[in-house]
């Protein structure tokens, strides 16, 4: 396990970060309608990018990009608030790339290979010898330093971030296999039925999306794979396959690298790319001792510190008194006369009088009105739920007006309340 100490390594700052960011997640469903997964609220006040991101600042590493395409505006107006510290006169940078005509008609990135690709012009200005590819869709913490060091030391040409996840859940992956050495021997990109691991059949060793190169020999396969008329322009479904043939491929195992607290048990990383997986990973955070420690200073999850009054929990009378019980509240909410239990509010959030959430996560400037009575739901940002809204006690009904998942729980937009209203 690495510490959680921020250090500023020698490879670190030989190292530039990419941040692939321009997926949509539709089975986040509507969630990801106005805005691209890597922007979607997580865990009260953060962004899901700001964990790949942070990650890159604590490892040391100093020059970042990040790619945009789907729905970018939410994205790119976080990063423009939130991560405008670095200054290029300290030899730091966080530059935007988002999809744009180049000299064809092609407006977008054919794949994420092809977002580098593009960008190869203001990647080589950075001068670094190493380039950190990232994911900017998942949420964990992790020094990249182990691995930029494994890959030295391998002398491999790409070095790929794994990690063991079970087999049902691995089709939607990267799926490898290794030797003694680490070495990968086989790649094969979200395969319908994915191979298990020798010592362990129902796990399945999946890449993370995280990818170390050397900077000149990314910018060789970048050159050679655009000129394929064969290829996608994809990491995983390309590039990755490619050199585990024909170059030196090694895995890195994920639990050499994790950043932990005291308080985390294992490893903590998650895909939250479906209604119920991020329901979960929220929810998790109310615990008394929540699976991922978003309190440890020492690997800190930077973002954009939006200035709010502190929150506020008023009325103390016989049912209607504003309280929460093992819930988590961000500044400038207002419970009033409300009762939160297990339930994340992002800022800004008001909850009216004999309002009563149990397993809520409500994304931020959400009025919940007078008398609602929600259980299990999501609710997007801004919306407004009216005084005496039901929602997780009627399966029928609940399935009939929102989105309500295998699991019960209902993702509710402005959209599907303005419908209730018509």
Sequence with gaps: MATSETRFHGLARQASAIVLAGGRGTRLLELTEM?????????????????????????????????????AHSLIGHLHRGWNFLRAERN???????????????????????????????????????????????????????????HVEQNADVTVGCIAVPRHSA?????????????????????????????????SLVSMGIYVFSTKFLFDELRRDSADPNSSHD????????????????????????VRSAAEPEAYWRDVGTVDAYWEANIDLTS???????????????????????????????????????????????ISGAVLRRTLLFTGVHVHSYARLENAVILPRVE??????????????????????????????????????????????QKMIDRLEA
């Design 35 to 71: 805005r691209a997964k890597p922007a979607i609220f997580f865990g009260g006040k953060s962004r899901i990018v700001d964990f790949a991101l942070s990650n890159a600042l604590n490892t040391g590493i100093r020059r970042i990009a990040v790619a945009t395409q789907y729905q």
């Design 92 to 150: 730091e940078s966080l530059d935007i790339l988002p999809a744009s005509q180049r000299g064809s008609e092609q407006l977008w990135y054919l794949g994420t290979a092809d977002a580098v690709y593009q960008n190869m012009g203001v990647i080589s200005s950075y001068g670094q010898d190493y380039i950190v590819i990232l994911a900017g869709d998942h949420v964990y913490k992790m020094d990249y330093e182990p691995m930029l060091r494994q």
């Design 171 to 203: 089709s939607g992956f990267g799926v490898m296999a290794i030797d003694a050495t680490s070495r990968i021997v086989s790649f094969l990109e979200k395969p319908k039925d994915p191979p298990g691991m020798p010592d362990q059949p129902e796990m």
């Design 235 to 258: 990491f995983g479904k390309d590039l990755i396959p490619y050199i585990v043939k024909h170059g030196k491929a090694v895995a890195h195992a994920f639990s050499t690298s994790c």
């Design 288 to 334: 008394i001792v929540p699976s991922l420690d978003l309190y440890d200073m020492r690997w800190p999850i930077w973002t954009y510190a939006e200035i709010t009054p502190p929150a506020k929990f008023v009325h103390d009378e016989q049912g209607r008194r504003g309280m929460a019980i093992s819930s988590s509240v961000s500044g400038g909410c207002i």
């Design 368 to 413: 919940v009105g007078r008398g609602a009575q929600l259980r299990n739901v999501v609710i997007d940002r801004g919306v407004k739920v009216p005084p005496g809204l039901v929602v997780g006690d009627d399966m029928q009904e609940d399935t009939r007006r929102f989105r309500r998942t295998e699991r019960g729980i209902c993702l509710i937009t």
